[in-house]
């Protein structure tokens, strides 16, 4: 697939320079056509039956699988989600960590898992993204490491294999910035979380949870897919794998689009938006304060030139057909650079910022 049949996929892209899939991934016209397809037979033939069942278990099993592909992992480790931070939950409910315990994170984090780390009660230790001071930060007290793969502020990639490594402590990833932008390998990470609808392009509601051993997380939040039978008592015998920790019914329309979303993603897609990442920031130089991480992915933050306010700023490009977001609290605006972003939706926005 060349770069010109990739983008075409999108129809956005046909008026808009849309720069922020950290937030919303663009939609294609197949992941269109396939919830379309799925909402049509629910229509036509009903959402029930031993058919529908089969049908819908089969599509869990598809997805979960190209999710396992995607992450580096086994699909028994895979359980669907509705979102990152339903990942988050998950996992911060089955640790069952008490009020003398800590968990280690970083001053950069989303509340789409900081949220999540205040309600489980744990005492919450709060270091800079740096990994030396990470590490510092833990204690005889510290029982998981909660931290982003890719930052949502600056772009910047945190080494969280080492992280673990160096810490000796179990570690829940936020991945929401990083899966479908750079290469993951989850092997041997704890937890890993994801959505589904930003770098992934894929509907709403929809993500994936990583659980490397499922015997070293209660089950906190049983569903019914969460078993495979049941006791009156409501006792029951747990799915095998990941699975059990699978929180609740995804739409079969949203999972044949997610399906299809993952299966358009071309060969070359990490290694073009890392160019495009680049490019901008080469074309930013010098015209504002940009963020610039060591070790970054393709998230490119910066200040507002003249002191304009960033969320002015976001309104103002809006209106000329460039999409970026703010930064609340942070006073930056955020450019997300795909694999679908060209030359010309760079050059739109900086014509925006500067002129």
């Known amino acids: 697939m060349t770069f010109e049949q990739a983008r075409a996929l999108f129809p956005v892209l046909d ?8 937030t919303f991934g663009p939609l294609s016209r197949g992941t269109l056509d396939a919830v379309r397809t799925e909402l049509a037979r629910d229509l036509e033939e009903g959402r029930s039956g031993q058919a529908y069942w089969d049908r819908a278990t089969a599509m869990r099993k598809e997805l979960a699988a190209q999710l396992a592909s995607l992450l580096g992992v086994e699909p028994e480790q895979v359980a669907l989600t509705s979102s990152t931070t339903d990942g988050c939950n998950i996992v911060l409910a089955g640790l069952d960590l008490q009020p003398e315990d ?11 898992l900081l949220g999540p780390l205040h309600a489980s009660r744990a005492r919450i230790v709060v270091a800079p993204p740096d990994p030396d001071a990470i590490v510092a930060a833990v204690t005889l007290r510290a029982r998981l490491l909660a931290i982003s793969h890719v930052l949502w502020t600056t772009g910047q990639i945190m080494p969280v294999r080492e992280l673990r490594e160096r810490s000796r402590l179990p570690i829940l990833v936020d991945g929401a910035q ?24 894929g509907p709403d509601n929809t993500g994936g949870l990583i659980v490397a051993d499922h015997e070293r997380l209660r089950i906190a939040r049983p569903s019914t897919f969460a078993q495979l039978r049941f006791d009156p008592d409501g006792a029951f015998e747990p799915r095998p794998g990941a699975e059990r920790f699978q929180p609740n ?9 997610l399906t299809t979303a993952l299966g358009e993603t071309p060969d070359w897609a990490y290694e073009r938006a890392t160019a495009q990442a680049e490019r901008l920031r080469e074309l930013l130089a010098g015209q504002v304060e940009l963020t610039e991480p060591r070790e970054r992915a393709t998230l490119v933050s910066f200040r507002p030139p003249r002191g304009e306010d960033p969320v ?6 809006a209106a000329a057909g460039v999409v970026v977001r703010d930064l609340p609290g942070r006073g930056l605006v955020r450019a997300s650079v795909g694999w679908w972003t060209s030359d010309d939706d760079l050059e739109r926005l900086v014509a925006g910022i500067v002129g």
Do not use: C, M
């Open 102 to 112: 800590e968990i280690v994170t970083t001053t950069d984090e989303h509340f789409g």
């Open 178 to 201: 990083a899966a479908g932008v750079i290469p993951v390998d989850a092997t041997g990470l704890d937890f890993y979380t994801v959505s589904g609808q930003k770098w992934l392009r």
């Open 15 to 22: 008026r808009i320079a849309y720069l922020n899939a950290g």
């Open 312 to 317: 002015a700023l976001v309104e103002r490009l």
């Open 249 to 257: 019914w995804l739409p079969v329309a949203s999972l044949a689009g």
